[in-house]
């Protein structure tokens, strides 16, 4: 049968409807519409929604190369928009180690020893997003990670990212002592004898990490995209991202090549004299994007900046197995 014939039978199967490419039915739908709250199926053609409805009337939009999903009593969800990300963070958890959600310490540890076996000697292993409360709120240490990383320095950012975990290695690059006073707005947790017990709040955690290889162009597109991908596949159609404006070019390359799994708008951290910089980004990436703009919505945009001040607990004696603490935002 030709493409003429076969999409005239599919029109036919269809009640008369065009075929579309994926019909999901058979589940509870949330529309996000106050007027439609809840629907049974919904049909997609070339990417755009063509019905949202009762499962039946699904029904008419199946032609022989449409896709069907059953729900079988589940939910679907519209995709997420998160209003706050930092996406240039999850670069990190690409090239590195990924602790998002483990409440087990010892699989923190193996974790980073299979990543140190795949890397190899001397490659750094950074990632983390480890979450020290769920076992007990002490922070672990550089002993922790000595032992499965002899040969390779760890910087580990903890969930929040202000919080930094290394091992002596990566210490030791950084010549991180019990001599080196804290930084300006951080502080090095120490042992009773005053050496770093691995673990760097706040600003101290650069003194490791600015010694992390910065990955070449090719690398950073790679693990963006890579990054990108992983968001999509968590149910994220949309973020805001406080990554700042060094990224934005970065990400309109990937737009312009209709790559972008999701729509970003960017916001920028910091004052007033960055809005020159905001508004000029801004308008480029406008100029770059009208026809995509035009065809699809935004896929990319630059409007808003952030001023905030967050931290964690900085005070009380520097002791081994600190607890960690917080003050609100």
């Not at 199967?13 to 999901?24: F, K, S």
């Not at 010694?211 to 990108?228: C, I, M, N, W, Y």
Request: proline share 8%; charged share 20%; net charge negative.
């Amino acid at each position: 049968m030709g493409p003429a014939l076969a999409l005239a039978a599919g029109f036919a199967a269809c009640g008369g409807e065009i075929p579309a490419d994926l019909v999901v039915r058979g589940g509870t739908v949330h529309t996000a519409d106050p007027d439609a709250p809840e629907a049974q199926g919904f049909a997609v053609r070339d990417g755009r929604f063509v019905f949202v409805g009762d499962a039946e009337d699904a029904d008419r939009w199946i032609g022989p190369e449409t896709r069907i999903l059953e729900l079988d009593g589940a939910a679907a969800l519209p995709g997420l928009i998160d209003g706050h990300v930092h996406l240039a963070s999850g670069l990190s958890l690409v090239r590195g180690v990924d602790l998002t959600g483990i409440a087990d310490r010892a699989e923190w540890v193996r974790r980073v020893a299979a990543r140190a076996a795949e890397l190899g000697p001397g490659a750094w292993i950074v990632g983390g997003r480890w979450d020290p409360h769920p076992g007990g709120g002490v922070f672990p240490t550089a002993d922790d990670l000595d032992a499965v990383t002899p040969e390779n320095p760890v910087a580990l950012s903890d969930i929040d990212g202000h919080t930094t975990w290394a091992n002596s290695l990566a210490l030791e690059i950084a010549e991180v002592h019990a001599g080196m006073p804290d930084p300006p707005g951080g502080r090095i947790l120490r042992r009773p004898n005053g050496a770093p017990t691995g673990i760097l709040l706040e600003t101290a955690g650069a003194l490791v990490t600015r010694h992390v290889p910065p990955l070449d162009a090719e690398q950073r597109r790679a693990a963006t995209l890579a990054t990108l991908r992983t968001a999509s596949r968590l149910g994220l159609t949309g973020v805001h991202d406080m990554a700042g404006l060094e990224a934005v070019d970065e990400v309109l390359e990937l737009a312009e090549a209709g790559e972008l799994p999701l729509r970003i708008w960017f916001g920028a951290t910091g004052a007033a004299d960055r809005i020159p910089a905001l508004t000029a980004a801004r308008d480029r990436v406008e100029d770059a994007l009208a026809g995509i703009t035009a065809e699809r919505g935004p896929t990319l945009a630059v409007g808003y900046a952030k001023l905030v001040t967050d931290g964690t607990w900085l005070g009380g004696e520097p002791v081994a197995g600190d607890p960690p603490g917080s003050l609100p935002s």
